[in-house]
């Protein structure tokens, strides 16, 4: 591989983790971003060098360049690289190098990836196996969220949106779900995405493992079944269901109090143990069966895999506590697709709390394609604030697509009480402290900049002249 790595977009999430990788296994890591951000920061602090905007001159002596899929082809790096010749790759190219020469772990489906990822690499480095972690956000634990090992595992995140998961060739592949997301990428057809999975499948190497969620499995069958026992196939789900009985793992005896779960697990009928999650909601109870599947097929011990799931405390962004104050406490998700914002409301009204959820769409394209999926999510949360949508460039506007329209179309479900549009998300927290009590859970969600709400809406409430006791 080459000695100097210059990387286009360094500070996403996925270009991140894979120059943190980079630097910790020896190599000179430059690159470039539009602006300063945390993970800049911490990478200029590993000993990369990287540049804040985008100039030809940047890729001066490197020997490889890689670019995220949100930089344009006529980037100046981009074109500056082809004039000298330099190799270019895509971050999905440079991550299939570091995983497909090791015994790879890419953890796929349109929810859980993140979450199921660090507790897999919890788990693993818990143990002593000393994996290498590439995952899509930063977790609480184990080396943040990308970490070299010298270990022969590599865990990382296959993602399906631009249909990169197809680089990679694992040697266990986990699918979480399977649901009509990214569309925007597949001409708006779910058919192109669901053979996007199934020639995902085809890249398992031969002898290795499928740990698949029951819902994945119901959409897959068929691909599967073709595979024709080419690789094992570990079907995991909550039991809920008609034929739970034909589950390898399922959660039984599920107790969901708050912030925290226990639950037995359940392999081919036979009741290994129970296990206790300091993170909410049955949604992780179901991810950490992928998790346990995914460990046992290691041939790691149940008992230590059970005691190590319950010291992991999540990913960043995903229900992580931001604060409290006057008897309000704030919450923080990442949850943009409608299923996942049904499944995080569900979680926060285990807390016993009054719900106030405050939702950030994400593109135009994407809320468009959701917005009736996206208007039927809120029936667990009391309250619910609306706020523009968030897009980023080069993504333009479109018309009868608004945040505004999404919050009238909530109001038809819930009720217009329960419902208000605040267009300016820093406006938020001056019109939302009215209708806050002492025993309310605001949760803030969405992939864009909605989590800089739950910090400014805490100090709202800390600055208010209103006596506490009298919310």
Same mark, same amino acid.
């Given at each position: 591989? /080459?000695?100097?790595?210059?990387?286009?977009?360094?500070?996403?999430?996925? !270009?991140?983790?894979?120059?943190?990788?980079?630097?910790?296994?020896?190599?000179?890591?430059?690159?470039?971003?539009?602006?300063?951000?945390?993970?800049?920061?911490?990478?200029?602090?590993?000993?990369?060098?990287?540049?804040?905007?985008?100039?030809?001159?940047?890729? /001066?002596?490197?020997?490889?360049?890689?670019?995220?899929?949100?930089?344009?082809?006529?980037?100046?790096?981009?074109?500056?690289?082809?004039?000298?010749?330099?190799?270019?790759?895509?971050?999905?190219?440079?991550?299939?190098?570091?995983?497909?020469?090791?015994?790879?772990?890419?953890?796929?489906?349109?929810?859980?990836?993140?979450?199921?990822?660090?507790?897999?690499?919890?788990?693993?480095?818990?143990?002593?196996?000393?994996?290498?972690?590439?995952?899509?956000?930063?977790?609480?634990?184990?080396?943040?969220?990308?970490?070299?090992?010298?270990?022969?595992?590599?865990?990382?995140?296959? #993602?399906?949106?631009?249909?990169?998961?197809?680089?990679?060739?694992?040697?266990?592949?986990?699918?979480?779900?399977?649901?009509? #997301?990214?569309?925007?990428?597949?001409?708006?057809?779910?058919?192109?995405?669901?053979?996007?999975?199934?020639?995902?499948?085809?890249?398992?190497?031969?002898?290795?493992?499928?740990?698949?969620?029951?819902?994945?499995? /119901?959409?897959?069958?068929?691909?599967?079944?073709?595979?024709?026992?080419?690789?094992?196939?570990?079907?995991?789900?909550?039991?809920?269901?008609?034929?739970?009985?034909?589950?390898?793992?399922?959660?039984?005896?599920?107790?969901?109090?708050? /912030?925290?779960?226990?639950?037995?697990?359940?392999?081919?009928?036979?009741?290994?143990?129970?296990?206790?999650?300091?993170?909410?909601?049955?949604?992780?109870?179901?991810?950490?069966?992928?998790?346990?599947?995914?460990?046992?097929?290691?041939?790691?011990?149940?008992?230590?895999?059970?005691?190590?799931?319950?010291?992991?405390?999540?990913?960043?962004?995903?229900?992580?506590?931001?604060?409290?104050?006057?008897?309000?406490?704030?919450?923080?998700?990442?949850?943009?697709?409608?299923?996942?914002?049904?499944?995080?409301?569900?979680?926060?009204?285990?807390?016993?709390?009054?719900?106030?959820?405050?939702?950030?769409?994400?593109?135009?394209?994407?809320?468009?394609?959701?917005?009736?999926?996206?208007?039927?999510?809120?029936?667990?949360?009391?309250?619910?604030?609306?706020? #523009?949508?968030?897009?980023?460039?080069?993504?333009?506007?479109?018309?009868?697509?608004?945040?505004?329209?999404?919050?009238?179309?909530?109001?038809?479900?819930?009720?217009?009480?329960?419902?208000?549009?605040?267009?300016?998300?820093?406006?938020?927290?001056?019109?939302?402290?009215?209708?806050?009590?002492?025993?309310?859970?605001?949760?803030? !969600?969405?992939?864009?900049?909605?989590?800089?709400?739950?910090?400014?809406?805490?100090?709202?409430?800390?600055?208010?002249?209103?006596?506490?006791?009298?919310?």
């Amino acid at each position: 591989m /080459a000695e100097h790595i210059h990387m286009i977009g360094i500070g996403g999430t996925g !270009m991140s983790s894979i120059a943190t990788v980079l630097l910790q296994m020896g190599y000179r890591v430059s690159g470039s971003d539009v602006k300063e951000s945390p993970s800049v920061n911490a990478l200029q602090k590993a000993g990369a060098d990287v540049h804040i905007g985008h100039a030809a001159a940047h890729v /001066a002596g490197a020997d490889l360049v890689v670019f995220s899929s949100a930089i344009p082809a006529d980037n100046p790096e981009i074109l500056e690289a082809k004039r000298l010749g330099i190799p270019i790759l895509h971050r999905s190219e440079m991550l299939a190098r570091i995983l497909n020469n090791h015994d790879g772990i890419a953890v796929a489906g349109a929810h859980g990836k993140t979450t199921i990822t660090g507790m897999i690499a919890h788990i693993f480095s818990s143990l002593g196996l000393d994996p290498t972690v590439l995952a899509g956000g930063e977790m609480q634990n184990h080396c943040v969220h990308a970490c070299w090992g010298r270990g022969k595992h590599v865990v990382a995140e296959a #993602d399906e949106s631009d249909g990169s998961l197809l680089r990679y060739y694992p040697q266990i592949a986990v699918v979480t779900s399977v649901e009509a #997301d990214h569309l925007e990428n597949y001409g708006g057809r779910l058919s192109e995405l669901i053979d996007t999975y199934a020639r995902f499948l085809t890249n398992i190497k031969s002898g290795g493992t499928l740990v698949i969620s029951s819902q994945a499995y /119901a959409v897959l069958q068929d691909s599967v079944e073709q595979a024709n026992g080419r690789f094992s196939v570990i079907v995991y789900g909550l039991g809920e269901e008609s034929g739970s009985e034909q589950l390898d793992y399922r959660a039984g005896e599920v107790e969901l109090a708050g /912030a925290t779960s226990a639950f037995n697990v359940y392999y081919h009928g036979e009741l290994l143990g129970r296990v206790r999650l300091v993170i909410p909601g049955a949604h992780n109870v179901e991810n950490s069966l992928a998790a346990i599947a995914v460990a046992r097929q290691v041939d790691l011990d149940f008992q230590q895999i059970a005691d190590a799931l319950e010291g992991f405390h999540g990913a960043h962004r995903r229900f992580e506590w931001v604060g409290e104050s006057c008897g309000v406490v704030v919450y923080d998700d990442y949850a943009h697709h409608p299923t996942e914002l049904k499944k995080t409301l569900q979680a926060a009204a285990l807390f016993g709390r009054r719900v106030v959820a405050i939702f950030q769409p994400q593109r135009y394209s994407r809320t468009k394609i959701l917005m009736n999926e996206f208007a039927r999510s809120f029936q667990d949360a009391d309250l619910v604030v609306i706020t #523009d949508i968030y897009s980023p460039p080069p993504e333009k506007p479109l018309p009868e697509v608004s945040a505004e329209r999404l919050s009238e179309l909530v109001a038809e479900q819930i009720g217009s009480e329960r419902v208000l549009y605040v267009g300016n998300k820093d406006r938020i927290p001056d019109v939302l402290l009215p209708h806050l009590g002492a025993n309310d859970l605001v949760l803030t !969600m969405g992939a864009g900049d909605v989590w800089q709400v739950g910090p400014a809406l805490l100090q709202r409430l800390r600055e208010s002249a209103r006596d506490c006791s009298h919310r």
